[in-house]
C-alpha cells in the first residue's frame, strides 16, 4: 500500500466552481500536512500547512485533515482560471522528521 | 518575498558526463533538501543538509551523487557520472526553523 493516495484526475470544473482535491494516507504518524501548488514545470509552491486534524482557512482556500480516516481536504472556493495547476499533497511525521512525503499530484483545470 | 534560486534552468548532458546544479538557498535558512521529479511522477526525496553535513539520504542518492555548500552561500548537487534514468526534475528547497519548506523553480536534466 502506497503511504499517499492521490487522484491524479485531471479535475475539470468552470471558473466560479467549488473544488475538492484529497489524499488519503496510511502511516498514522503523520502530524504536519500541506498542499503545494505546482504550475507547469514550475517548482511546488506552499499554499496550506496544518498541523493534526480541523480546518484552517486563507482566502479562497480551506484546508481539512481527518486524522481518524486518515484523508486531508483542499476546497477552493470560486475557482479562477489561474488556479488551474497540479495540487500535491505532502506530510511528515514531524519531531525532528522534516522529509515530506508527496502525492504525485492532482492535475486542476478552470475552463472560463 | 525571498526565493530559493536554481541554476541552471536546464542542462543538456552526455550520459557518463558530471554535472553540478545549482541552488541560491533563503538566505536565513539552516535546513537544505534536493529533490527530484520524474516526469508525471511524485516529487522524492533525494537528500538533507544541516550544519554543512548529509542529515538523511534516500535510497536514490547513492554514490554517483554529493552535496556541498562549497562557499558558505550556494548548495550544490553533482551527479558524477550521469545515466538515462536521471534525467528528471531537480528542486532544492531550504527550511527555516518551521516544519515548512520553499522550492526552487528546479532544474530539468535532460540526459542524452
Known amino acids: 500500500q502506497k503511504e499517499v493516495e492521490q487522484d491524479p484526475g485531471p479535475l475539470s470544473v468552470p471558473e466560479g466552481a467549488i473544488v475538492s482535491l484529497n489524499c488519503t494516507y496510511s502511516?498514522?504518524?503523520?502530524?504536519?500536512f500541506m498542499w503545494y501548488r505546482q504550475y507547469s514545470r514550475k517548482g511546488p509552491e506552499l499554499l496550506m500547512y496544518t498541523y493534526s486534524s480541523g480546518n484552517k482557512e486563507d482566502g479562497r482556500f480551506t484546508a481539512q485533515v481527518d486524522k481518524s480516516s486518515k484523508y486531508i481536504s483542499l476546497f477552493i472556493r470560486d475557482s479562477q482560471p489561474s488556479d488551474s495547476a497540479t495540487y500535491l499533497c505532502?506530510?511528515?511525521?514531524?519531531?525532528?522528521?522534516?522529509?515530506?512525503?508527496f502525492g504525485r499530484g492532482t492535475s486542476l483545470i478552470v475552463h472560463p | 518575498e525571498p526565493e530559493v534560486t536554481q541554476t541552471p534552468s536546464h542542462q543538456v548532458t552526455q550520459m557518463g558526463q558530471e554535472v553540478i546544479l545549482r541552488c541560491v538557498p533563503i538566505?536565513?535558512?539552516?535546513?537544505f533538501y534536493w529533490y527530484r521529479q520524474i516526469l508525471g511522477q511524485k516529487v522524492e526525496f533525494l537528500v538533507s543538509?544541516?550544519?554543512?553535513?548529509?542529515?538523511?539520504k534516500s535510497e536514490i542518492f547513492d554514490d554517483q551523487f554529493s552535496v556541498e555548500r562549497p562557499d558558505g552561500s550556494n548548495f550544490t548537487l553533482k551527479i558524477r557520472s550521469t545515466k538515462l534514468e536521471d534525467s528528471a526534475m531537480y528542486f532544492c528547497?531550504?527550511?527555516?526553523?518551521?516544519?515548512?519548506?520553499?522550492f526552487g523553480a528546479g532544474t530539468r536534466l535532460s540526459v542524452l
Open positions: 528547497a531550504t527550511q527555516s526553523g518551521l516544519n515548512i519548506q520553499y
Open positions: 543538509f544541516y550544519n554543512n553535513e548529509i542529515s538523511e
Open positions: 538566505s536565513n535558512h539552516l535546513y
Open positions: 502511516n498514522s504518524a503523520f502530524q504536519y
Open positions: 505532502a506530510m511528515t511525521p514531524g519531531g525532528g522528521s522534516y522529509i515530506p512525503t
